[in-house]
């Protein structure tokens, strides 16, 4: 008889271990999937008619600054803030050898007007991090040229390239 009563007890025990699990479990994946609707919730748009540098040679900062901008629109569709990163990316063409990002300067701004003082681009093509508001748009301006101590290296390569975005957190409200 204790046997059996023992027995019963082991097994509501560890049923309800098992549904507490399962409880917990379910409660975090749902976080989860939230979390991965927030993330999705970023996307870039070209504004500008696009740049052409053809037969591009290198220019000083302040030539530079007078180029036309490109200019392109991220939109948040979700009510958080959210953080990301704004990328410079080489696409890869097979008709001609790629530029190196260290012969690339820019400038880089929210409202057309004060624009960020011009500099070269990392070796990963990072241009800078931000916070979006929720439901929210932001353009930004984006001027690059050729260093001027560039040399005779640069001669023939390609710059074919897309600003990319990548969302990595969401924002609290000091950010």
């Given at each position: 008889m204790k046997s059996e009563i023992r027995k019963?007890?082991?097994s509501i025990f560890l049923t309800c271990i098992y549904f507490i699990s399962m409880t917990i479990l379910s409660m975090h994946l749902?976080?989860?999937?939230s979390l991965a609707?927030?993330?999705?919730?970023?996307?870039?748009?070209?504004?500008?008619?696009?740049?052409?540098?053809?037969?591009?040679f290198p220019i000083t900062?302040?030539?530079?600054?007078?180029?036309d901008s490109y200019v392109f629109e991220i939109t948040n569709t979700a009510s958080k803030r959210i953080k990301y990163?704004?990328?410079?990316e080489n696409i890869k063409d097979s008709s001609c050898e790629s530029?190196?990002?260290?012969?690339?300067r820019y400038?880089?701004?929210?409202d057309n007007k004060n624009f960020s003082n011009p500099t070269n681009m990392s070796q990963d093509g990072y241009l800078m991090t931000d916070v979006i508001s929720g439901n929210a748009k932001q353009t930004y301006y984006l001027k690059f040229w050729i260093d001027s101590n560039a040399g005779n290296?640069?001669?023939?390569?390609?710059?074919?390239?897309?600003?990319?975005?990548t969302q990595f957190d969401i924002a609290d409200k000091n950010s």
């Open positions: 019963r007890i082991i749902n976080e989860s999937y609707g927030i993330y999705n919730a970023l996307s870039i748009q070209d504004i500008s008619e696009g740049l052409s540098y053809m037969n591009a900062d302040q030539e530079g600054l007078k180029q990163i704004v990328e410079f530029l190196d990002y260290q012969y690339i400038s880089i701004s929210k290296e640069i001669l023939n390569k390609c710059l074919n390239f897309k600003i990319k975005i």
